[in-house]
Every structure is written in structure tokens, then in C-alpha cells.
């Protein structure tokens, strides 16, 4: 048996056996690891998407062209975290649907103020269902993705003898799934094309060191369309963590002007941020495609953990805070909802040395906190930055930042239950119900949300 890569190459692990399996199914990453690393060995992956010298502008974002100009500006941010960030991003959604607000158009669900959607890994789940399904998410979501034992289906899949003679690896066999069992055949012509809020999967891009959206701006880099990429494949990169799954590939091509006005405008500004700054000079090495072949994109939460660096770069290198087009807009809103937790590894009670395992969880931990911790910071200040840019004469624009996350809780037995839920794709169904609960709980009892619906009331 032997280690699958997308080159086709393999090296050489011991082969798993069945009943070795069965005794190691209480580490389901691991066992999910150990599986897929002995499948496709002799497959050679291929980039799926298209070339094309001319993209349809139709996809390009543009969200104010996509949405009515509306007193609230509402904008969520959706972070990793497997099925506990999809339920608790699924819980504020189902809040925002319960609440019903005024703003000029008749009475109807603050849901429907979303403009846009940024997601990364679990959090994709979430953003992509709604952005195809809409409504429909409410009655079907739950079945359809919450509930489902992902890692237990995907260790079944790796278990079946049919796998045994596929030339699928472990990031195809995941790809095949969601589009078999979750999105179908949808892809971002039918993601971008709706009149709903407009979807941003973002992954990270190990090729440059830098995230990568899903969406064609970004794709006009790589000479590429994406309104022919199937969704199921953008929402497998996102959630690919490395080493448990390869990276999905993209091909750059040639023959394109490799560059839109959305990115190259930061070329002659005199006002960007370093953060814009860094992010503009790594979409610009797409340009070199001798270098730059290939794209390897993995887990969005490696680059963005909360979803929130799209907004800001979207907002800066649009300059959609300059856009004459908000001027109608007396609130800029922006929810955060951060899964992130923090379980108790017992460190300080160790008297001996780490294990390895503890090690790496405590620096990830570590490094994770402190970049939210940053990147959180960063929004919070620009937000009052953009918000001022709005403000004319006989209107300034209200900016309101709510966050939602799992590590504030005061209750220590509920804080406890909720830390101890695994980064995983295959929960119990009271873990899913709780986050469900949880993330409209937190919602509905936000100071700066009940702010924001007694400032709606007051128009």
C-alpha cells in the first residue's frame, strides 16, 4: 500500500486491516487519515477549472449591483471549526429568520438584509447551503448535512471494496460525497447567479501564502471561470485540512490580461493598509504562470480563521466604502460568529513532558487566538473607518459589530459541554441541537444586535 499525492507518486505506509479499525474508531481523524492515505494510490488528480480569456462579468462581485439599496448594510462572517461551526453559524441564521424588522419595505426577516457571506472550512457548509437553497435551508439543513456522521460516511467509503479499485484519493472521494449527498451538481453560476447574499468560500493557497476566495475577480488571475466550478469542490478546499486531505488544484493558465479593476486599483492608491498592501502583491504573483502552474488550496482557516480578512480586503480593494452607491445606508453591520473553543488539555497538571499530540494543540491553539485575537482588532477599527467614509452630510452611517463565539460563556458547566465538542464532521445529534441553540441564544441577547433592532425601530 502506499501514500497517495496528486502527482501520482506514492511512498510507502503499512497496510490498515479492518479489525485494526474497528479498535481505533475512537479517534475518528486519525482512523480517517489512516484510510484515506492507502487509497487512489494510482490516481493523478487533475484541476477542474476551466480556461477562458474573456470570464462573464456577471460573476464578478459587485455585490451593490446585486442588492437593493437598503438602509442596513448586513454582512456575516462565518469561521472553521467542522460541524460545531456550521450549527452554531446555522443557529444565527435561524435567528436572523425569527427576527422581523421594518426598513421602509413592510415587516420581514433581517435574514433578508445579508449582503454578503464569507465562510471558511466548517463555517462554508453553511454560507454555500443557503446560497443555493435559500429558505429551504430551514426544513432541509439539518438532515442534510448537521445531522450526518461525514467522517463515519467517509471511513465507510475509504472501508468499501469498490474503493479499493478507484483511482480517487482521499480529497476526491470527500468532493464526490458533497456533491453526491449535499450540493449536487450546483455550481457558481448557480451560487452567484441568485438574488441572494453573495457567497465568499475562501480556502488558503499554499502555493503563494496567501487565501484565495472563490470568486471570479480571483479567478481572472488564473485566466479561469468560475461560474462553471462545481461548489462542492470550492467548499472541499476549504475544509481540506491538510495532511487529512491533499490539496485541491487549480490550474493558472495563460492568455488573459491577468488583471481587474477590483485588484489592480490598490496599484495606484495612496491610502492602502499594509494588510491590502500584502494581500495585493500576493494575488499579483499569479502573473507569473512558469512559476505559478498549479494552485493548491487547502483549509480557509489556515490564512483566515474567522472569515473576516475577505470583508476587510473586499471592502478596501473595492473601495466599497467610497461607493457612491451606499449612500442610502445608515448601518453597516458585521456578525462574527467564531467556533473556535478552548478544551482543557490538562497541561498544567503534567508533570512529565508534553505528548506530541498536546504539544502542537496548545501551540496551534496559541498561534490561532492571538491571529483572531488580531484580525478581530483590525475590523473592529475599520469598520469605524468605512462607516465614517459613508457619513455625508444629514446622514452618518451607524457601524455595528457583533460577535458570536463559545469562549465568553459565564455559565462553567455550559462553557465546559461546549469546549469539549471535537473539531469533527460527525457530531451527536444533542451536540448539533446545542449549537443550534446556542447561536441564537447568543444572537438574540447581544447588546450591540438589541441595539441595532431598537436603532431599526427608531427609523
Aim: proline letters at 3%; glycine letters at 6%; aromatic letters at 10%.
Amino acid at each position: 500500500m502506499c501514500l497517495f499525492h496528486r502527482s501520482g507518486k506514492c511512498g510507502h505506509y503499512p497496510l490498515l486491516h479492518q479489525h485494526d479499525v474497528i479498535d481505533m474508531t475512537h479517534n475518528k481523524p486519525l482512523v480517517l487519515l489512516g484510510l484515506l492515505l492507502v487509497s487512489g494510490c494510482s490516481s493523478i488528480s487533475t484541476a477542474e477549472n476551466k480556461a477562458t480569456p474573456q470570464s462573464d462579468p456577471a460573476y464578478h462581485i459587485d455585490v451593490l449591483a446585486s442588492q437593493p439599496h437598503s438602509k442596513v448594510s448586513l454582512i456575516l462572517a462565518f469561521s472553521g471549526g467542522g460541524t460545531r461551526a456550521a450549527a452554531l453559524s446555522y443557529g444565527v441564521m435561524q435567528q436572523l429568520q425569527q427576527t422581523m424588522i421594518d426598513v421602509g419595505r413592510g415587516p420581514q426577516p433581517l435574514l433578508e438584509e445579508v449582503d454578503i457571506i464569507s465562510s471558511v472550512s466548517g463555517g462554508s457548509f453553511t454560507a454555500a447551503y443557503y446560497g443555493l437553497f435559500g429558505e429551504q435551508m430551514f426544513t432541509e439543513y439539518e438532515d442534510a448535512f448537521l445531522y450526518k456522521s461525514i467522517t463515519d460516511d467517509l471511513i465507510s467509503t475509504a472501508l468499501s471494496p469498490l474503493s479499493w479499485f478507484s483511482n480517487d484519493g482521499r480529497t476526491e472521494i470527500a468532493e464526490r460525497y458533497f456533491q453526491d449527498n449535499i450540493f449536487g451538481d450546483a455550481t457558481f453560476a448557480d451560487l452567484h447567479g441568485n438574488t441572494g447574499p453573495f457567497v465568499i468560500i475562501n480556502a488558503s493557497d499554499i502555493t503563494t501564502g496567501s487565501r484565495f476566495s472563490f470568486i471570479q475577480n480571483y479567478f481572472d488571475l488564473l485566466c479561469s471561470d468560475i461560474s462553471r466550478y462545481p461548489v462542492s469542490n470550492a467548499v472541499t478546499a476549504s475544509a481540506a485540512v491538510p495532511v487529512l486531505f491533499n490539496s485541491v488544484i487549480l490550474e493558472n493558465y495563460e492568455g488573459c490580461e491577468k488583471n481587474t479593476s477590483f485588484h489592480d486599483a490598490i496599484a495606484y492608491s495612496k491610502d492602502f493598509t499594509y494588510q491590502t498592501e500584502q494581500t495585493y502583491k500576493k494575488l499579483q504573483s499569479y502573473k507569473d504562470t512558469k512559476k505559478n502552474q498549479y494552485i493548491h488550496l487547502v483549509d480557509g482557516g489556515i490564512t483566515d480563521n474567522l472569515g473576516l480578512l475577505a470583508i476587510y480586503d473586499i471592502m478596501e480593494l473595492g473601495k466599497f466604502h467610497q461607493d457612491e452607491r451606499l449612500l442610502a445606508t445608515e448601518k453597516i453591520v458585521i456578525i462574527s460568529v467564531d467556533a473556535a473553543t478552548e478544551p482543557d488539555m490538562g497541561v498544567g497538571q503534567a508533570a512529565n513532558g508534553l505528548t506530541i499530540k498536546q504539544t502542537l494543540s496548545m501551540v496551534t491553539d496559541i498561534q490561532l487566538h492571538r491571529y483572531n485575537d488580531a484580525t478581530v482588532e483590525l475590523i473592529e477599527q475599520s469598520l469605524q473607518r468605512w462607516s465614517a467614509s459613508l457619513s455625508v452630510d444629514g446622514n452618518k452611517v451607524e457601524p455595528y459589530f457583533i460577535r458570536i463565539n463559545l469562549k465568553d460563556l459565564t455559565d462553567q458547566k455550559q462553557r465546559g459541554f461546549f469546549n469539549q465538542i471535537p473539531t469533527d464532521f460527525s457530531l451527536d445529534e444533542q451536540q448539533v441541537d446545542q449549537l443550534i441553540a446556542e447561536g441564537g441564544k447568543q444572537l438574540a441577547n447581544n447588546v450591540a444586535f438589541i441595539q441595532l433592532l431598537k436603532d431599526i425601530a427608531k427609523q
